[in-house]
């Protein structure tokens, strides 16, 4: 079955740069486009970043535009998001997935999702 499992969060100081990724397995993995999401508490889950599937086009949410970074290593089946400059706004929990079709926005267009990471930014 396909997996994806996130790694790389935790308690981080305001202004601190984490790099999350995200192993998936179970899947052909070349042919999805991944997408990070963050959900916080009692808000929406949201688009953070996509990626396409040969990691050429990169896409991303503009508060986060020039703070974070999505790529991703096709020979390891892993997407990676560096996260620079952090604010107390972006604690959330950080999800990983899978889209067969383009790095959308929209979470409903995602194939498969990670179980999330926990991310909280102290200021």
């Known amino acids: 079955q396909v997996q994806l499992v996130e790694s790389g969060g935790g308690l981080v100081q305001a202004g601190g740069s984490p790099r999350l990724s995200c192993a998936a397995s179970g899947l052909t993995w070349r042919t999805y486009a991944m997408g990070w999401f963050r959900q916080a508490p009692g808000k929406e889950r949201e688009f953070v970043a996509g990626?396409?599937?040969?990691?050429?086009?990169?896409y991303y949410k503009d508060s986060v535009k020039g703070r974070f970074t999505i790529s991703r290593d096709n020979a390891k089946n892993t997407v990676y998001l560096q996260m620079n400059s952090l604010k107390p706004e972006d604690t959330a929990v950080y999800f990983c997935a899978a889209d067969r079709l383009s790095a959308s926005i929209p979470a409903s267009k995602y194939d498969y999702w990670g179980q999330g990471t926990q991310v909280t930014v102290s200021s």
């Open positions: 990626i396409s599937r040969s990691g050429g086009g990169t």
